[in-house]
Structure formats: C-alpha cells, structure tokens
Nanobody, 126 residues
Framework: DVQLQASGGGLVQAGGSLRLSCAASEWIDDDYAIGWFRQAPGKEREGVSSISSYGGMPYYADSVKGRFAMAGDTAKKTVYLQMNSLKPEDTAVYYC???????????????????WGQGTQVTVSS
C-alpha cells in the first residue's frame, strides 16, 4: 500500500509563504496520482492541487491558481506544494492523498483518492 507523510505546515502572516511536503512510499511513476486537499473547521474537504503520473501540468483549484505550485522530486519520492501570497482563508488542515491514475476521473475530488496521509495545519493570520 501507498503510505504518505505530510509536513511543513505552520503559522504565517498573510502574504507569506509556506512549502508543504508529502513523502510517498511509492512514487508517481508507479502510476499513482498525488493530490493536495484541505479542510477548514466546519467545511468540507476540498481539492487544492493534483499531479498525475502520466505527466502534464498539475491541476489547481481556482482559489489557489497563480499562488500555489505543485512539484515533485523523484529522487526523494516527495511531492511539494509551494504556497505563496497566503490569505487567511487558506487556513486549514492540509492533506496529501494518492490514487491509481487509471482510476481517477476528477483530480480534485477527495472521494476518488484511496490513500491519505495525516494532515498538517496551516494557519494564516491577518
């Protein structure tokens, strides 16, 4: 099974940056898509970004386009989420997740992902 470990969360002021990391036991060239999701208190889990093992550009939610960037490091088996120009509304617990690419229809739909890491808290102060 795929095991995921998310890290890098913290407290940052609005306009600041953070980089989240997701270390995977199996890499995306093993046919897994990796996604980042977040869940704020009282809200549903929402998709933030996703990258496919098939290549191509990552998918982004409209709310983070132009501010967040997802990239992978094959050698370290780690996927990163660089978050810039952070806003208080970005405050949430962030999770990384994985699913076989052949089973994925909607890259930003949490319900389609089978493997989840523990969350990392991101708090953006105004």
């Amino acid at each position: 099974d795929v095991q995921l470990q998310a890290s890098g969360g913290g407290l940052v002021q609005a306009g600041g940056s953070l980089r989240l990391s997701c270390a995977a036991s199996e890499w995306i060239d093993d046919d897994y898509a990796i996604g980042w999701f977040r869940q704020a208190p009282g809200k549903e889990r929402e998709g933030v970004s996703s990258i496919s093992s098939y290549g191509g550009m990552p998918y982004y939610a409209d709310s983070v386009k132009g501010r967040f960037a997802m990239a992978g490091d094959t050698a370290k088996k780690t996927v990163y989420l660089q978050m810039n120009s952070l806003k208080p509304e970005d405050t949430a617990v962030y999770y990384c997740a994985a699913v076989l690419d052949e089973e994925l229809n909607n890259p930003l739909a949490a319900s389609e992902y089978d493997y989840w890491g523990q969350g990392t808290q991101v708090t953006v102060s105004s």
